[in-house]
Every structure is written in structure tokens, then in C-alpha cells.
């Protein structure tokens, strides 16, 4: 049974900084491609970033340049760096992996941007 836990969400000021992770149960990190998705209110869930088992990375465009995805294989967790926050970021951040043939979710942490 996969389980994802994202933790690190809050609220933060325009402008500063926050780190999220995604502890996994068992060894998925380094071997699967691992997700971070979002949801405003009122809006469709959209990919933030993905970390590939080869460590290959990319995120989107609305967050590029400020935002940071990584991983620690020994701790099994999913890092999203979040620089240059803005109001636009506030959601829910889900850290997501798709496994043969299933879609795994963690419950989501709240980041609120505002001043």
C-alpha cells in the first residue's frame, strides 16, 4: 500500500519562502516519477513539478525559476522548494506517483500566500 504525507504547508507572506515534503511509505521515490500538483479554490488540479528516477526534473512555467523540486532517496521524501512566493501560488499542494496502472495521493497541505 502506497502512502504519500505532505507536510510544510502555512501561511506566508508575498515574497517569502516555504518548503513542502512528501514522506513515501517504501522504497517508490527513487524509482518512480513523484509529482507535485496543486488546486485553488474553484479551479483544476494542475502539475507543479515532477522528479523522474533519474532525477530529471521540470516544472511549470508559472512556477519556474522560483520554485525547486528534489529528493532524498534515504528518507524516501519529495521536496518542493517554493521561493518568491506570490497570492497566485495559494492552495492545496498534493504530492502525487503513478504506479502500475494506479494513481497515488497524498492529502494535500495548504499553502496560503498573503500579506
Known amino acids: 500500500q502506497v502512502q504519500l504525507v505532505e507536510s510544510g504547508g502555512g501561511l506566508v507572506q508575498p515574497g517569502g519562502s516555504l518548503r513542502l515534503s512528501c514522506a513515501a511509505s517504501?522504497?517508490?521515490?527513487?524509482?518512480?516519477?513523484m509529482g507535485w500538483y496543486r488546486q485553488a479554490p474553484g479551479k483544476q488540479r494542475e502539475l507543479v513539478a515532477t522528479?523522474?528516477?533519474?532525477?530529471?526534473?521540470g516544472v511549470d512555467n508559472s512556477v519556474k525559476g522560483r520554485f525547486t523540486i528534489s529528493r532524498d532517496n534515504a528518507k524516501n521524501t519529495v521536496y518542493l522548494q517554493m521561493n518568491s512566493l506570490k497570492p497566485e501560488d495559494t492552495a492545496v499542494y498534493y504530492c502525487?506517483?503513478?504506479?502500475?496502472?494506479?494513481?497515488?495521493w497524498g492529502q494535500g497541505t495548504q499553502v496560503t500566500v498573503s500579506s
Open positions: 502525487n506517483t503513478y504506479i502500475l496502472g494506479s494513481n497515488y
Open positions: 517504501g522504497n517508490i521515490v527513487s524509482i518512480y516519477t
Open positions: 522528479i523522474t528516477s533519474s532525477g530529471s526534473t
